[in-house]
């Protein structure tokens, strides 16, 4: 099994790499490889969404 697979990074350190990814795709000229690399972004971005996901709370907040 790959390396890369099993390794979890914090939510903050993939957020920084879809940010960085992203600024790089946008001083892309416009072709294919900018696609490529705006996908890339849009993925980083989501994998760091999901992350803070699994560890919201789900339901309706207690009555007090």
Excluded: N
Excluded at 49 to 54: A, K, P, S
């Amino acid at each position: 099994m790959d390396k890369r697979k099993d390794e979890v990074r914090p939510q903050h350190e993939l957020q920084t790499e879809a940010l960085a990814a992203l600024e790089q795709a946008r001083a892309m000229p416009h072709g294919p490889a900018r696609s490529e690399a705006l996908k890339r972004a849009g993925l980083l971005q989501k994998a760091a969404d999901m992350q803070g996901l699994l560890f919201a709370k789900r339901g309706r907040p207690p009555k007090t």
